[in-house]
């Protein structure tokens, strides 16, 4: 099973604190723990008594003569068919088989695990209907590292992530396929079975209890805010990076500056940077009048505007996420006062939209950072640095290619900003006649962030060179710390040499968020 395709923060350095599952939302940082880290999860106990008391309701429906839908009917475009009581087991079982029905490659171990705790936390919620079994079962796969396979196509955002959580559905009914806690792939009766895991045996309505939420794309989305948030910050450690060893101002960052326009998330890109280059010796170098030097390039001088404004579009996701959290996603649905109610909720297109306005933030910054490392080539726009940071012009190509790399995936990203939430397609004999595609914009996403991290990593092998070249001048403490992390696993200038495995090993501190670190352990919390 493949790990996660993007960042890969690290855990804390202690063991992961236990997640309580409970009738409340969980956070997008216990989604992350449970989900990445192994968090083990445990159940309230009080909620477990609201999920056996609404179970009854549902068994008390299941004996009225009247029908009621996924209790005594059919589903979708099957609603209208009444089931008779000795074939109502049998078709919450058809039901999950047939919905198992993914394609394609497997999908990353915690955007698994993602989607099986949160539709753990709406199960708990008294809401489904379901049995106080089911729950169990779901949380002991968890704790026992029981991946289900689930396939990356399949889902159409509606009603909810279907195929996805069939798939986790399948395998805790101890069929079809999952990865155990070493990632080997076995039947998921025989890892069930290893774990001492009874698989549950469905009752009325919880095929489709299992089946019906946005939990997939939620997920990734969680996944998506956390890992987004330590890309920006390591976005503005590349863009100081830059700015200093370009010889460009730090003044335009100047906290009043920023206030004539309040936008949040500019002020803490701004604030980040003058953090990343106070007293920076190189800077000072030509602050005095001799300068002649008006102003910095777009790529330079406004990166807090466009960082700040891909802040702005995360903490708008952020609340999109939190209200998801909150939900209880299920069709139909329990009631508070006890009804059993059809219902849209399942509808992705809350999350389908901020997944899709993330990618268009994640290409327009990673767009800029490769701007920024374009310039350090050009000897017309480099302030005095060798054509493409060659050791020897002419005979070296320096980092030609690094750019062309990161130019290829800005390219890509452009792409993958396309948005996929308003290419509805529909589905179910036309019951299901519009679609929000959330889970295919998820999946665009994770691949958007994996691209801005390489692009990110580029422009930091770039400017620490550059800071190499500008030499005997010192860079700032806060990038002089980065540039020693940097030399740590790449070597400094000189002639050319197999690039990609140094491309790669700064990826992994992007990635590992260890450059963030570095840059916090002179500056303190970074924003």
Known sequence: MRTSSAVRSAPPGAAVPAVTIGAGPVSIGEVVSVARWDAPVVLDPAALDDVAASREIVEALATDPEPHYGISTGFGALATTFINEDRRAQLQVSLIRSHAAGSGAVVEREVVRALMLLRLSTLITGRTGVQVGTVETYAAMLNAGITPVVREYGSLGCSGDL????????????EGEVADRDGVIRPAAEALAAAGITPVRLAEKEGLALINGTDGMLGMLALAIHDLRMLLTTADIAAGLSVESLLGTDAVFAADLQ???PQAGQADSAANLRAILHESPIVASHRGPECTRVQDAYSLRCAPQVHGAARDTIDHAAVIASRELASAIDNPVLTLDGRVESNGNFHGAPIGYVLDFLAIAVADVASMSERRTDRFLDPSRNQGLPPFLAHEVGVDSGLMIAQYTAAGIVSE????AAPASVDSIPSSAMQEDHVSMGWAAARKLRKAIDGLSRVLAIEIV??????????PLLPAAATGAVHRLVRGVVDGPGPD?????EIE???????????VAAAMEVTGELR
């Open 163 to 174: 195929a996805p959580l069939a798939h986790c559905a399948l395998a805790a009914m101890g």
């Open 259 to 261: 206030a004539l326009r």
């Open 413 to 416: 990203l452009k792409r993958l």
């Open 462 to 471: 770039t400017a620490t060179r550059a800071i190499d070249l500008r030499g």
């Open 497 to 501: 040499r197999f690039l990609s495995p």
């Open 505 to 515: 090993s700064v990826v992994e501190l992007v990635q590992s968020g260890r450059i």
